[in-house]
């Protein structure tokens, strides 16, 4: 007997009868996929991927991975900063890393160039470039592209150009890039950007060098004391981060505003610890027990209020 296959029965032919399993997939796949609720695009090379979505507020948020990503292979993974893009409807270009060449790639420079070109940027009323330690580089010397864009760049490099800094011996990969490639130095590319906030540990040699070098009137430090090269680690830890990055992308960090959210830093043992060592380091052990007893008193406090940071 011979069987007739219409197209409905053919689309129901399959290698076998198992339920495919369920696939892991990145968060933004829900708004690019083709059934997708939004629009953008998603392109990749063998070093970067860029991930566009375009979203409801007439605001670019422009984040770049740090090195803490560059080996996630997971299908779910996402740029930096993905899910706080979503939520403050913001449209985000998110540039992946899967390497720790901290963006000297000729490819990807060329690629950003042309954005730039063909007034992908332009659209918008607010452009943000962020990021943490390499991807804080990144948004320092990419938002040179964009005139009056603003920074959040936390513990940046100025460059890995060992003819530039060479008390820089961080980062043997990094240094080794070719960094003769444009975009190579956030030293004197900041001029045309709108306000740039750089956070930094005062008291962490290599990081406040870097700052130091990038120092200009549109350029504000923020003293993350005793954070070491960990900042947004720490301002996430004192429900600092969020506040101070979403005013960075709708408004503006001041100081007044980021002081008042880094008072916390007294209730974290991560800060009394540091401080304590500081002064251990100094001969100062009287100072050192003060600020061990300060933090257990303020733990006290906290318990009896039911919250704590840690």
Known sequence: ???????????????????????AEPLWFAELSPGGTGEGFFEKTSRHALMFVRRARPVLFVSFDNLSNVGDKSPER????YKFARDLSVSHLGVMAYGKMWYRDADLISRMQKLRDEGFFEPYDRVVFSGSSMGAFAALVFASLVPGAHVLAFNPQSTLDPALVPWEERYWTGRRQ???LPLGDARDALSEAGPVSVFYDPYFTPDRRHFERIVGPNVT??????SSHKSAVFLRKIDALKPIMTAGLLD???????????????????YAGALADYYTQKGREDMAHRAMKNFRQLKRA?????????
Request: hydrophobic share 25%; aromatic share 14%.
């Open 78 to 81: 996402g740029p930096w900063a």
């Open 221 to 226: 430090g923020y003293k993350c004391w005793f």
């Open 252 to 270: 503006e960090v001041t100081p007044d505003m980021f002081y008042h959210h880094y008072r916390r830093r007294r209730e974290l043992r991560w």
């Open 178 to 180: 070719d960094w003769t």
């Open 302 to 310: 906290r318990t009896a209020e039911g919250r704590d940071p840690e």
């Open 1 to 23: 007997m011979t069987t007739t296959m219409n197209d409905d029965d053919a689309e129901l032919d399959t290698p076998d009868d198992e339920v495919p399993p369920s696939i």
